[in-house]
C-alpha cells in the first residue's frame, strides 16, 4: 500500500495525542507520500502533542476553531499557500458532546448543550465543505473524509446526543457530496468506525463495556484506529475515485450483526452467576 497518496496533500483535523485517529491518519498519510497540515482548535493546540506528530510527518500546524468561519477561511487560505494551490483532501475528525462530558442523561437534556454538539460535532463539517467549495480548494477527484459511529442509525445507551450529530454528519456528506461530485468532482464519504479508545471516546458513559460489547459481536473484532488510519488511506486514492455520499462501515461487521455466539455466551453466564447467588443465599 505504500506510496498511494505520493503527490497528494491534504488537511488533517482533530489529532490530540497518539490515541487520536487523525493522529493515526497523519501517519499512515505520511508513510504514503502526501504532505499535510495539521489542524485542532487553538486550546488543542496548546494541551495535546501535535507538535510531535508535526515534526514526525513534517507537517504545519494551523489552529483553527470549527466552529468560527474566520477560523475556517485563514486555513484553508494558508493551506494554499503551503500546499502552493490546491490540494486532494481532508479528514474530518471533530466531535464532543457537553451533555455526555457533564453526564446529562438524553431525556434530560440540556438544549444549549445540544446546539453546541451539533455545532462542534456536524455543523464544523458543513462550514469546512461550504469554504473549500467556495475557494475551489480541492483539486478535482479529491477525497473528503468525515469519522461517524454506528449511533447514528442506532440506539446505544450512553451515546447521547452524539448520535444526533453523527446523523446530521452523514447527512451533510449526502447533500454536499452531491453538490460537490457534481460541479467538482470531489467526493465525500463517512466512515462508521468501531468504538475507538480515544481521548473523547473515553468520556462516554459505559464506554468500556461498549466496546467489549462490540468486540463479542463482531465476527471480525473491533477495528482498530490504526486499521481506520489504512482504511482512510484509501478512500483519499485514486483507488476509490468513484465512491462518493456512502456512510461504509467499518466495524468488523457489527453494524449487520443481531447477536453471535460470544454475546450468547457472555448473556447466559450472567443468568448462570445470578443463579448461584441464588442459590447461596438459600
Same mark, same amino acid.
Given at each position: 500500500m505504500e506510496g498511494l497518496l505520493k503527490g497528494k496533500k491534504g488537511i488533517i483535523f482533530g489529532a490530540l495525542n497518539e490515541k487520536s485517529i487523525a493522529w493515526q491518519v497523519a501517519l499512515k498519510a505520511r508513510e504514503n507520500g502526501a504532505s499535510l497540515v495539521l489542524t485542532n482548535s487553538p486550546v488543542a493546540v496548546r494541551m495535546g502533542s501535535i507538535n510531535e506528530l508535526a515534526e514526525e510527518t513534517g507537517?504545519?500546524?494551523?489552529?483553527?476553531?470549527?466552529?468560527? @468561519?474566520? $477560523?475556517?477561511?485563514? !486555513? *484553508?487560505?494558508?493551506?494554499?499557500?503551503? =500546499? +502552493?494551490?490546491?490540494?486532494?483532501?481532508?479528514?474530518?475528525?471533530?466531535?464532543?458532546?457537553?451533555?455526555?462530558?457533564?453526564?446529562?442523561?438524553?431525556?434530560?437534556?440540556?438544549?444549549?448543550?445540544m446546539l453546541k454538539t451539533f455545532d462542534i460535532s456536524a455543523l464544523s463539517f458543513h462550514r469546512i465543505l461550504q469554504t473549500a467549495y467556495r475557494l475551489d480548494a480541492i483539486r478535482e477527484w479529491g477525497s473528503v473524509v468525515a469519522l461517524s459511529y454506528v449511533a447514528a442509525?442506532?440506539?446505544?445507551?450512553?451515546?447521547?446526543? @452524539?448520535? $444526533?450529530?453523527?446523523? !446530521? *454528519?452523514?447527512?451533510?456528506?449526502?447533500? =454536499? +457530496?452531491?453538490?460537490?461530485?457534481?460541479?467538482?468532482?470531489?467526493?465525500?464519504?463517512?466512515?462508521s468506525q468501531s468504538p475507538t479508545p480515544t481521548t473523547a471516546g473515553a468520556g462516554i458513559h459505559g464506554f468500556g463495556s461498549l466496546v467489549d460489547f462490540s468486540e463479542r459481536m463482531s465476527p471480525l473484532g473491533n477495528a482498530t484506529a490504526e486499521e481506520c488510519a489504512d482504511y482512510c488511506v484509501v478512500l483519499f486514492s485514486d483507488l476509490t475515485r468513484k465512491v462518493t455520499m456512502q456512510n461504509l462501515y467499518h466495524d468488523g461487521g457489527f453494524s449487520s450483526m443481531g447477536m453471535s455466539l460470544k454475546a450468547i455466551e457472555q448473556y447466559q453466564k450472567s443468568f448462570d452467576e445470578c443463579d448461584c447467588d441464588e442459590k447461596h443465599k438459600g
Open positions: 507537517s504545519k500546524i494551523i489552529a483553527a476553531d470549527a466552529t468560527r @468561519m474566520e $477560523d475556517i477561511e485563514n !486555513l *484553508l487560505h494558508q493551506s494554499m499557500e503551503i =500546499f +502552493g494551490g490546491q490540494f486532494d483532501f481532508i479528514l474530518h475528525s471533530i466531535g464532543m458532546s457537553p451533555n455526555v462530558r457533564k453526564d446529562i442523561p438524553y431525556e434530560q437534556t440540556n438544549y444549549e448543550n442509525q442506532r440506539t446505544l445507551t450512553g451515546y447521547n446526543d @452524539m448520535g $444526533d450529530a453523527k446523523a !446530521l *454528519l452523514e447527512s451533510i456528506a449526502r447533500s =454536499f +457530496g452531491y453538490i460537490y461530485g457534481r460541479d467538482r468532482k470531489v467526493r465525500i464519504n463517512t466512515i
